[in-house]
Structures are given as structure tokens and as C-alpha cells.
């Protein structure tokens, strides 16, 4: 999982709570993402990041909101708006270069009843 | 729009065959072309990529892919399968012009199984 920590690795929430999703790297990469993992459904991008202070919509970004304070951080949290958060989280990180791949956090598996 | 295909859900394999994963993509132009495995509850492990050059790319724990161009496609293979293979495999694509940040679009995955 390289030098990318994700917390917590299980997250249980009731629905109409926001929750945050930490995601921390330690590669000097500028750029990270958030995917959502469901089954059968690969990854979906909800956000990225190509340089601190900046970020981007994804694909899925309803119901989801970040921010790029800090290099090594982007936070990803999961508001009372976004109608199914269950799923699994991933965080990436990867060099601004291009075609470089990208380096997965361990994930975290929000739960919301 | 760019996509990817991973046709089958699901794979089965003896331990020491040969095994292929296979994947197919639409996109504009030559993309860039990853290989990722999933163990249960764990993130996306990197095994390999094709940019440019030889067809033929070798990657982590014995994997390798070959990139066709002409049936856009870029299957991942393995002389002999262990069970220790046995995972969830996702192939992704990456537009070369129309970069979008770096965006990577996945296959929905493959599981793989190799029994004993």
C-alpha cells in the first residue's frame, strides 16, 4: 500500500451524520484522488487533486466535499447529502508526471444505517 | 467516451496453468494501460503498465501484458498461476492528451481464482 495511510479502516455512522475520511501520503506526490469501490463496479472517482489548494470534481462528487490544506493530506468527507455513502473508500496518490501510475491507501469501509 | 471492458467476472484456474485476464478499452488516440490487484479488504497494488514500446510488458510476481493495438486490447497473463494469485484484478486506461488530471478509468475487475 506504499506511503499512503488511510483512518479509520472500518467506519460506522448513522445516516444524516457527516463523517470524514482521512488520507495521508508521505511520497511527496502533488496529486491524490478518492475513489468509491462498490462490487461489480469497479472504482469511480470522486475527487482529485493536482496541487495543494485545488481540487476537482470527479465523476461521483455529489454528496462528497474535500480539501488540499497540505500536500501530504486530503481529507475526504462524506455528508448527509450523498443518498448511498456505504461503500469502500480509496485514496490515491501518484507524480504530477504523466502516465505515471498511482499508489492506493489500504481503504476504509464506511458503514451508514 | 472512454471505457473499459473486463468481460468476465470471474476466472478459474489450476494451479501451474497458464492464466489470462483479459481487458478491452475505447479511447481517443494511445492511452496509457495499468494492471492493479485487490486482496480482500486491502487497497489496489500497481503490477504494471504499458507507455510506450515494446508490446510485451513484464510486471510484478510473474505478470505480464501485451498491448494490442489493432483489437484495443491488453490482457494480463502468467505462465503459471499459484493460488497465492487467486485476487481481484483490475485493469485501467489513462487518455495520453486528454489527461483530466491524471484521471484513471478501471474495468469493473476480474476475479481470479487458482485452486490447488
Known amino acids: 500500500d506504499g506511503g499512503i495511510t488511510q483512518s479509520p479502516k472500518y467506519l460506522f455512522r448513522k445516516e444524516g451524520q457527516n463523517v470524514t475520511l482521512s488520507c495521508e501520503q508521505n511520497l511527496n506526490h502533488d496529486a491524490m484522488y478518492w475513489y468509491r469501490q462498490d462490487p461489480g463496479q469497479g472504482l469511480r472517482l470522486i475527487y482529485y487533486s493536482q496541487i495543494v489548494n485545488d481540487f476537482q470534481k470527479g465523476d461521483i462528487a455529489e454528496g462528497y466535499s474535500v480539501s488540499r490544506e497540505k500536500k501530504e493530506s486530503f481529507p475526504l468527507t462524506v455528508t448527509s447529502a450523498q443518498k448511498n455513502p456505504t461503500a469502500f473508500y480509496l485514496c490515491?496518490?501518484?507524480?504530477?508526471?504523466?502516465?505515471?501510475?498511482?499508489?492506493f491507501g489500504p481503504g476504509t469501509r464506511l458503514t451508514v444505517t | 467516451a472512454q471505457s473499459v471492458a473486463q468481460p468476465e467476472d470471474q476466472v478459474n484456474v489450476a494451479e501451474g496453468n497458464p492464466l489470462t485476464v483479459k481487458c478491452t478499452y475505447s479511447?481517443?488516440?494511445?492511452?496509457?494501460l495499468f494492471w492493479y490487484v485487490q486482496y480482500p479488504n486491502r487497497g489496489l497494488q500497481f503490477l504494471l503498465k504499458?507507455?510506450?514500446?515494446?508490446?510485451l510488458v513484464k510486471g510484478s510476481y510473474g505478470f505480464e501484458a501485451e498491448f494490442n493495438k489493432s483489437q484495443t486490447s491488453f490482457h494480463l497473463k502468467k505462465p503459471s498461476a499459484l493460488v497465492s494469485d487467486s485476487a481481484l484484478y483490475f485493469c485501467a486506461v489513462r487518455d495520453r492528451i486528454y489527461n483530466q488530471g491524471g484521471k484513471l478509468i478501471f474495468g469493473q475487475g476480474t476475479e481470479l481464482s487458482v485452486k490447488p
Open positions: 490515491a496518490s501518484s507524480n504530477s508526471g504523466t502516465a505515471l501510475e498511482q499508489y
Open positions: 504499458y507507455i510506450t514500446g515494446d508490446n
Open positions: 479511447v481517443s488516440g494511445n492511452p496509457y
